[in-house]
């Protein structure tokens, strides 16, 4: 069946700080090209948590957030997502569009639309990173985007991986342009026999 995130040690979870240090790289040039601006990434903290434990990371459990998911396939299985909340997301606007975009203000469609596309391009570029490192072909779906309270976005991935895993690997990264400042963040988890394949490959099984 193969091992989780709950059988990690300090040196798996090195090279998984490393990688996300490379991830945040690519991501922050994906996001500049994409803003036309450019942005500035902090190094990203990475730790393994319990799924309950996330929301308390983001505001807590009736926190009103974005989700964006997106699955993988191919020779790695199981789930990306990114998440930001509310505040951020209108600064991540603010960005966009260059003017402040008041926080008390609806998201419009084409707002919402973009922020999809931003968690996408982001969660493409670590997995990207991830591709490159091991050799293996991560296939993303099309994004999900979700606003709902932390624990509702978090409640069906927690069903669904929970099964296998009780703990995920949770990257925090803070963007900073034109001294608008975003913390957004990521949520990886592979199924079992695709986090054997990715220790494998990385040469720390």
């Known amino acids: 069946m193969g091992v989780s995130f709950n059988d990690m040690n300090q040196v798996h979870l090195d090279v998984f ?4 240090s490379i991830g945040a790289g690519n991501a922050v040039t994906a996001l500049s090209k994409m803003l ?10 990475v730790n393994l948590l319990d799924f309950k434990d996330i929301s308390n990371f983001i505001g807590g459990p009736e ?3 974005f989700g964006i998911l997106v699955s993988l396939s191919h020779d790695v299985n199981g789930i990306m997502m990114f998440l930001i909340d509310t505040n951020c997301a209108h600064s991540l606007i603010n ?5 402040q975009h008041s926080q008390d203000a609806e998201f419009s469609e084409l707002e919402q639309s973009a922020l999809q596309e931003i968690g996408n391009i982001l969660c493409s570029s670590y997995l990207g990173s991830l591709s490159s490192m091991t050799g293996q072909k991560i ?7 979700a606003m709902d309270m932390a624990n509702a976005i978090l409640s069906v991935p927690a069903i ?3 099964k296998v895993s009780d ?3 949770f990257i925090e990264s803070t963007f900073t342009a034109e001294q608008e400042n975003v913390s957004g963040y990521f949520v990886l988890v592979p199924d079992p026999p695709s986090f054997t394949k990715i220790l494998t490959s990385l040469g720390v099984s």
Do not use: D, T, W
């Open 17 to 20: 700080r490393e990688l996300a």
């Open 36 to 45: 036309g601006k450019r942005i500035y990434m902090n190094v990203p903290l």
């Open 63 to 65: 926190n009103i957030i």
């Open 95 to 99: 960005m966009m569009i260059g003017e």
């Open 139 to 145: 296939l993303p779906s099309p994004p999900h985007l």
């Open 160 to 162: 669904e991986f929970g």
């Open 167 to 169: 703990k995920v690997l």
